[in-house]
T-cell receptor, first 117, second 115 residues
Framework: AQTVTQSQPEMSVQEAETVTLSCTYD???????LFWYKQPPSRQMILVIR??????QNATENRFSVNFQKAAKSFSLKISDSQLGDAAMYFC??????????????FGKGMKLTVNP | DVKVTQSSRYLVKRTGEKVFLECVQD?????MFWYRQDPGLGLRLIYF???????EKGDIPEGYSVSREKKERFSLILESASTNQTSMYLC??????????????FGSGTRLTVV
């Protein structure tokens, strides 16, 4: 079964500091994509960053970066210089292809990040 | 600006009612999805569709059905609403087989309360 695990349901960070959100996943496939989504109180799911499994280089988007460890099936998100607007639910997700050839996205249970001023 | 639009942000229905949740996307995406989001459970896939009139069950299809008569519209139907279907419902869409994979585009969600 394809599963994504976010072991920490909640975290908090001081404004301007760095925080790391953990995620592990289970798959037998060699080629896949991993994502971090952010869901602020507005409820809109926003793509934060994505990583192709075949790329060894870790993805980076401004203050957001990932630590992708393929052998360990680990995909953590680092937020640098945390801002109040980073407060949200964060979901780790993995996409795989079904037998019918369509793609499905599997989500972790999410983690609530609080940013303290 | 590309969009996935869910027709209702909040909805209150009575037990036993037939409920329709509508989702429309303007990106010409082949794939469309309905998720249910509950605290502590994350997002769980109810149904998805990879083409007009095509549908596949997700992980929790019981009590739900879907309709996709046009490419841009994907409807979730609760045949007889029950209180355990009170939840946040999220619609999403994506390109079929697009490389590189940019994930899904989501709507803003419909918070359904069944009383």
């Amino acid at each position: 079964a394809q599963t994504v695990t976010q072991s920490q349901p909640e975290m908090s960070v001081q404004e301007a500091e760095t925080v790391t959100l953990s995620c592990t996943y289970d798959t037998s496939e060699s080629d896949y994509y991993l994502f971090w989504y952010k869901q602020p109180p507005s409820r809109q799911m926003i793509l934060v960053i994505r990583q192709e499994a075949y790329k060894q280089q870790n993805a980076t988007e401004n203050r957001f970066s990932v630590n992708f460890q393929k052998a360990a099936k680990s995909f953590s998100l680092k937020i640098s210089d945390s801002q109040l607007g980073d407060a949200a639910m964060y979901f780790c997700a993995y996409t795989y292809s079904t037998e019918g050839g369509s793609e499905k996205l599997v989500f972790g249970k999410g983690m609530k990040l609080t940013v303290n001023p | 600006d590309v969009k996935v639009t869910q027709s209702s942000r909040y909805l209150v229905k009575r037990t036993g009612e037939k409920v329709f949740l509508e989702c429309v996307q303007d990106m010409d995406h082949e794939n469309m999805f309905w998720y249910r989001q509950d605290p502590g459970l994350g997002l769980r896939l109810i149904y998805f569709s990879y083409d007009v009139k095509m549908k596949e069950k997700g992980d929790i299809p019981e009590g739900y059905s879907v309709s996709r008569e046009k490419k841009e519209r994907f409807s979730l139907i609760l045949e007889s609403a029950s209180t355990n279907q009170t939840s946040m419902y999220l619609c999403a869409s994506s390109f079929q087989g697009a490389l590189p994979n940019y994930g899904y585009t989501f709507g803003s969600g419909t918070r359904l309360t069944v009383v």
